[in-house]
Nanobody
């Protein structure tokens, strides 16, 4: 059974930092990429950052220069270091893992962790 367990969310003042973690287990196919998405109340889910199996990263425009995505292969864990947090970063943050076979890709999602930034 595939499990993605997120942690590290919480309440922080503007300008502060948080580090999110996503530990995965049970994925039997190769992983193509991992990503963090977020969804604020009343808004669509958006990509925050992604990292490929080869280590290439991509960031949403609103978080460039403030957030850093990384992976620890030995621990099957992905991280999102968030610095310089702003009230507009308030959202539920979701971990995503995309694995693949020769015939299809598979997306797995965590349950989400709330990040709230106060002004």
């Amino acid at each position: 059974q595939v499990q993605l367990v997120e942690s590290g969310g919480g309440l922080v003042q503007a300008g502060g930092s948080l580090r999110l973690s996503c530990a995965h287990s049970g994925i039997i196919f190769s992983i193509r990429s991992m990503a963090w998405h977020r969804q604020a109340l009343g808004k669509q889910r958006e990509l925050v950052a992604s990292i490929t199996d080869g280590g290439s990263t991509n960031y949403g425009d609103s978080v460039k220069g403030r957030f850093t995505i990384s992976r620890d292969f030995a621990k099957n864990t992905m991280y999102l270091q968030m610095n310089g947090l702003k009230p507009e970063d308030t959202a539920v943050y979701y971990c995503n893992v995309r694995s693949f076979t020769s015939w299809d890709d598979y997306d797995y999602w965590g349950q989400g962790t709330q990040v709230t930034v106060s002004s």
